[in-house]
């Protein structure tokens, strides 16, 4: 590994769980998302530039942005057509908390991610996500093998790519 690998700390993520003010719908779910077990195990560390791809609530990117520190930042991306007033006053409230992290909302067609900056991306029960399609939501089935190149080239040589999903029985 480069010299920088080697000297780089983890990512304190037991105080980005920890850290007040978290919603508490957010804290409820640590119990089953186990985020300190997940981020610790994927890797993340202190000053890192991380993504976090389709964010919803931001769950994920306010204990990341605690967890990477003032040195570090966290992009979290979200489809235009999930993002909505009340959910940019959540977004409000999380960039109080952790002015470290900022909010991209593209159309999910049209993910444009800078190219190779991030050393960490995490894509948390969303990959399925690319294969799904809903009139309801106005949301395109997108195109796995595209969204994964975007996703590779926006991420800095020797970064992580954390995919943590799930598979539904066949037909549901």
Known sequence: PAPAALSAAPADVAAGVTAGGRPADAVELDASRKPVEVLSYLGLEKGQRALDLFTGSGYYAEIMGQA??????????????FHDEASQKKWDALQARVPTAQLLVTPATAIDLPAESFDFVLMHMIYLDVYWKSEKYKFARLDPDAVLKKVHAATRPGGVIGVVDHVAAAGG
């Open 68 to 81: 990477v520190g003032p040195e570090g930042a966290v992009v979290a991306w979200e489809p235009a057509n």
